[in-house]
């Protein structure tokens, strides 16, 4: 948008067009910064920390995890913020956790994974520390109406804006926010029949003092049929040894760190009992990332994507699950995010040209 008229900077002689973003995950944090230039940005962020479903305990990611080799938006922006990736520990054999016994296989070549040192944070936390508007932490958005601009009402005071991004889990964007004039009835139901991604999962991340399946040339991936977790693998980072896994559904979380226990004691003999921590998130649980219609676990991964706005076009749903490709995953929270900005930018562009 960055122009010149008679010699004077556009930028410079125009007010810059207040966007209000909502939600401060990685699709938020993005989104600010592809459009903080041309402007005037503000996050509002319901938690008391970045990130979202991206979230980060003693070095663990207890949300995501992984990037594949096909992402391309994700790896650029890593190369681009100095930030390095290393390969998921997949080395010695499998084990298969059936009712009737444990057994050992070599699991099929798979595409491989890619993790960031520091965790996922670290891409959150790098693209924060590139951003000069203001995050609004501990707020959470809970009307919308549209005046002659956008009145954005939270917990803690009003907005008055001329566009509104939400990067919001789509059923949480129809259930938390109250909408004047009302979402329209196809807006509204498109909303809230997309899932959110992972909505209804539950990780567990147990740190040893040293990755002993390693030494007995296993890769720490079980698939199990058993339980509690359903799926396990190393997670282990540079500074602690760890195992995560996926918390089957149908287990309820009361002493969930004891029935996790057991299964590894059984899964890898008496070592994996004695832990130095194990770290719990319950995703179901998390009232900014789930709704109630999230608890259900998904077969399979749903086909994402959409290009929804309400207010005359002033405010766009955006977040993962809008991704065209990658839908659901953190590659989609950045295509998402460049949809956004650029639909954002070219209708500005537009306006302006017809003043
Ligand atoms: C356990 C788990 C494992 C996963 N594994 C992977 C993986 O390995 N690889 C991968 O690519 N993806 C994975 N994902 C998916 C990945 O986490 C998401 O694609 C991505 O983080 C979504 O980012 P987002 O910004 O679109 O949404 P979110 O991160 O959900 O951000 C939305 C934000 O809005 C905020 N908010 C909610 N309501 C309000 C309100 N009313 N007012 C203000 N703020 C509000 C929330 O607090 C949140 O910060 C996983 C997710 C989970 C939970």
Known sequence: MSRFIRGFSYNAIMKKEKVLIIGAGLCGLYTAYLLQDDFDVEIIEARERIGGRVHNIAGHDMGPSWIWGHQREILKLIQTLGLVVFEQYTQGLALYDVPDGVQTFSPPQAAKSYRIEGGISALLEAIKEKLHCTIHLGEQVLSISQTKELEVETNKKIYTVSRVISTLP??????????????????????????????????????????????????????????????????????????????????????????????????????????????????????????????????????????????????????????????????????????????????????????
């Open 170 to 355: 789509p059923r949480l964007a129809v259930k938390s926010i109250v909408y004047t004039p009302a979402l329209e009835t196809a807006v509204k139901n498109t909303l809230e029949n997309i899932p959110t991604w992972m909505g209804y999962s539950a990780k567990c991340v147990i740190e040893y003092p040293n990755a002993f399946w390693r030494e007995e040339g296993l890769s720490g991936f079980t698939f199990s049929h058993v339980g509690p977790l359903s799926e396990i693998h190393d997670a282990s980072t540079k500074a602690k040894a760890a195992l995560f896994g996926f918390v089957q559904s149908n287990v309820e979380s009361a002493n969930i760190e004891k029935k996790v226990l057991e299964q590894l004691v059984r899964l890898y003999g008496v070592q994996a009992s004695e832990p130095t921590h194990i770290h719990f998130v319950d995703w179901k649980e998390e009232v900014y990332t789930s709704t109630e219609a999230d608890k259900k676990p998904l077969s399979s991964h749903p086909n994402y994507g959409f290009d929804l706005t309400h207010f005359e076009g002033k405010m766009f749903f955006s977040g993962t699950e809008s991704a065209m490709s990658d839908g659901g995953y953190l590659e989609g929270a950045l295509v998402a995010a460049l949809h956004a900005s650029e639909k954002i930018k070219r209708e500005t562009e537009n306006d302006t040209n017809h003043r």
